[in-house]
Each structure stands twice: as structure tokens, then as C-alpha cells.
């Protein structure tokens, strides 16, 4: 049971690049979500997703565009990287937005715009 | 605004110790809190839940407590250990049932031997 996987783990891109965070559940959960976490200010929400083809903006949503074309995938892209999103990216999962379980994390992707 | 604040400070503790956290919030009504524990380079692990109509909640040695007057939840570990050293993450959710978590900075906890 792989649980939530993020791809890749490490990235570094030049300001102005573009590229797709890859996050991939197996536990059919209906609830999926993008975190980023930055030193001294924990874990912020970028979007999230309560069902397949239905997303929503979290607290730090400029910069990042999401989809949800199936129950197990959501990707997070960034459309134009700038410095500003140099941080540590967590996807997580749960059972429903109306579930008050646990958020299952994958391990994180290390990006570093430069 | 909304905000939730954990002692941004790190928490150095005596092996054996009851190590207390908390977790302050402002302009919520959160429906229930969670606790999680995160490694270095690794992802929050779960450890525990309490709702807002629950003052108390124990799983093996932790205990977390929610005060909705006060704004606060308070997660001891008791008998601490080493293994226990990590940074702890309080996460709230909001009544309107999107099932967002807004997670607080964390507080990193060092027990010595």
C-alpha cells in the first residue's frame, strides 16, 4: 500500500521555468490537498480538491494552478517559478471533506528556484 | 484574521519529563483539532484528534486537551523519550465542512537522555 506519492523529490528550476508537482493517491480518498512549508511558518494550503474535477484555492494560492481530472491524481503546477517558491511541497489525503480523520502526507518535494 | 500560533521556540526537556506544547487560536471556531508529528525530511504523521465538544483526549502517553473558551489545546507527552524528539504541529478545522486543515507553525520538542 503505497499511500500518497509525490514526484520528484528534489527540483531545481531557473525563475521563469515551468513544471508540474505530481502527487498520486491509492487509498480512493475523495479529499486531496498542496501544502508548502517555508522555516517559521509551518504548513500553508495552496488548493484543494473535495472530488474529482472540483478545486478550490487555499491560503496561498497565486503562483500555482492545480487539476482534478481523477480520484487519485493532483498535480500542482507552476506556471512561471519565481524565488519566491523555494520551499518544501506536501500533497495530502483524506477520506472526505466531511470526514474529521487524519491527512495522510507524502514524503515532499524540495524545490529550489533560482 | 484567523490565526493559530504554537511556541515557535524549541522545547528542551529531561528524558523521563512531561513535555507540554500548546496551541493558541484567534477569529476560529474550529469543529475539531488535530495533533500531528513530522520528522526532519519526512511528512506529518497523525497522532491524534479531539472535538470541540471534548475537553479531553488520551492515547498510550499523550493527552491532548481543548479548551474552546480559552482558545487553546495543550498535547503532553508524558514520560518522554528521545525517540520522542520531533517537531509537533497542531491542525484546525473550520465548522464549514470543507475539510480544510490550517495547520501552526510547530513547535520542536528535544528530549535529552
Known amino acids: 500500500n503505497a499511500g500518497v506519492t509525490q514526484t520528484p523529490k528534489f527540483q531545481v528550476l531557473k525563475t521563469g521555468q515551468s513544471m508540474t508537482l505530481q502527487c498520486a493517491q491509492d487509498?480512493?480518498?475523495?479529499?486531496m490537498s498542496w501544502y508548502r512549508q517555508d522555516p517559521g511558518m509551518g504548513l500553508r494550503l495552496i488548493h484543494y480538491s473535495v472530488g474529482a474535477g472540483i478545486t478550490d484555492q487555499g491560503e496561498v494560492p497565486n503562483g500555482y494552478n492545480v487539476s482534478r481530472s481523477t480520484t487519485e491524481d493532483f498535480p500542482l503546477r507552476l506556471l512561471s517559478a519565481a524565488p519566491s517558491q523555494t520551499s518544501v511541497y506536501f500533497c495530502?489525503?483524506?477520506?472526505?471533506?466531511?470526514?474529521?480523520?487524519?491527512?495522510?502526507f507524502g514524503e515532499g518535494s524540495r524545490l529550489t528556484v533560482l | 484574521s484567523q490565526k493559530i500560533e504554537q511556541n515557535s521556540e524549541a522545547l528542551n526537556i529531561q528524558e523521563g519529563k512531561t513535555a507540554t506544547l500548546t496551541c493558541n487560536y484567534t477569529n476560529y471556531s474550529p469543529a475539531y483539532l488535530q495533533w500531528y508529528r513530522q520528522d526532519p525530511g519526512r511528512g506529518p504523521v497523525f497522532l491524534l484528534l479531539i472535538r470541540e465538544n471534548e475537553k479531553e483526549k488520551r492515547k498510550e502517553r499523550l493527552k491532548v486537551t481543548f479548551d474552546t473558551t480559552l482558545k487553546q489545546s495543550l498535547f503532553h507527552i508524558t514520560a518522554s523519550q528521545p525517540a520522542d524528539s520531533a517537531t509537533y504541529l497542531c491542525a484546525l478545522a473550520g465548522s464549514s465542512n470543507t475539510g480544510k486543515l490550517i495547520f501552526g507553525q510547530g513547535t520542536t520538542l528535544q528530549v535529552k537522555p
Open positions: 495530502a489525503s483524506r477520506t472526505s471533506r466531511g470526514s474529521t480523520g487524519e491527512l495522510f
Open positions: 487509498m480512493n480518498h475523495e479529499y
